[in-house]
């Protein structure tokens, strides 16, 4: 497959197009924001890790009946994909409280809840992804009530497939954003990444962070928490093979 023109590049990741117009490369950077792009840093390493977790989370989804954009791993960094149009919302499933819902809500970060939550903020980076609702969603005409129910089912059965594959590696899956597109033929599914730059991740026994986080927060050892969650991930799938 044909590396094309460069047709995005994004805070995380670039994108190709290829010979095929419904098929894109993307391409994984070692560059970290935070912070709607006010902190900035590389995390060295990331963007092959980033490329790997994804790739195999997205096959063990598919496994499972989600849909996903993934084709095929081309090398370390750089994945073929199905091409979709983005339905511009981030929507985050949460298990536990921490980052902006514990900030918002004014409780501590760790607290399980007794069931999943789920919400969408407007992917715009002028307007700082602000938070929506699904009548919101509606009325911007971001996605139909159709498209929006598809997402909130296949966002909660993600949540259950991540939430016992993690917890097999001794990892706490406390929370994570996805990205859904459209196909052609205008079904749903699943695109974009699934890594620890998207997904909040603690070792189940220490609570240690073993994501992004370590990174916004300044906590240190960055790239030795991206290379243990990699690790602990590549063991599973190892010993299950
Ligand atoms: P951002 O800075 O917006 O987070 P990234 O660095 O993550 O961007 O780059 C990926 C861009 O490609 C995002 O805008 C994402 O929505 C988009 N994208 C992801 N998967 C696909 C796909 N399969 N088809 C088209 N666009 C995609
Ligand atoms: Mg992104």
Redesign the pocket.
Known sequence: MEKGML?????????YATDDPEE?I?SY?D?A?AFN?QKRGTIEGKGAINNRMSNALMQLLEREGIPT?YLRELNERETL??????V?LEVIVRNLSAGSFAKRYGVEEGIPFCAPTIEFSY?N?ALGDPLLNGYHVVALSLATPAELETIKRYSFQINDVLKAFWASCGVTLVDFKL?F?RLPDGSI?L???ISP?TCRLWDSRTGKKLDKDRFRRDLGGVEDAYREIMDRLTQKLEAAE
């Open positions: 047709l995005y590049e994004g805070k995380a990741k670039k994108v894109l993307v950077k560059d924001t792009g954009h994909v199905r091409r979709v149009r983005i511009p992917k980076d990205e597109g599914v695109a974009d990444e730059d």
